[in-house]
């Protein structure tokens, strides 16, 4: 082997070590989105037991961060819920229903009676345990699982959770 030959080669395998050296950080940077774990739904403490009244709707802002590939982006409303306290001895004490609609995404409000909830856009109406009161919607107000912690005054956990609209079948959204 030749003085000449040893020059080449180690110029190839310095050339070949820097390339290689480059490219894990940039193949990493590429597949990351695709290593990531899928995003759990959140589960947020919204507010005390003792802060709901019995049989009152009250709307509660689900604020999260949010991720989309590289992009971070700042805690910022992502949707909102409606929590309604039950009488003493129900099962479970507390029912949270999303406020989008399930007909078209709409937000739902409290009707002006406030004994149900309204939709404004085409006039989905539900009662306060989420069951739809004439036939617009294709099926109840989405229920949300809560969570009651121990104590004297419990935190009312919910797990947010966005679904598909126009659907019968409710359809969880990635």
Known sequence: MTRRDIFQFATVALGALIGLVLAVPGVA?????LRKKERNESIQT???LKQLEV???RSF???EDRRDAWVKYPREPMGSVWLIRRPAGSDPPVVALSSE???LGCAINLAPDGKSLLCPCHTSAFDLEGKPK??????PMDRLDVEISQGDDPEVRV?????RTL???KIPLV
Do not use: M, W
Request: hydrophobic share 30%.
């Open 29 to 33: 940077y590429l597949v990351s989105p």
């Open 46 to 48: 919204l507010t005390r």
């Open 55 to 57: 049989g009152v709707p």
């Open 61 to 63: 802002a689900i604020i």
């Open 101 to 103: 609609c399930p007909h």
């Open 134 to 139: 004439n036939q617009v919607p294709p099926r």
């Open 159 to 163: 797990k947010f959770q966005r679904f």
């Open 167 to 169: 659907s019968e079948e």
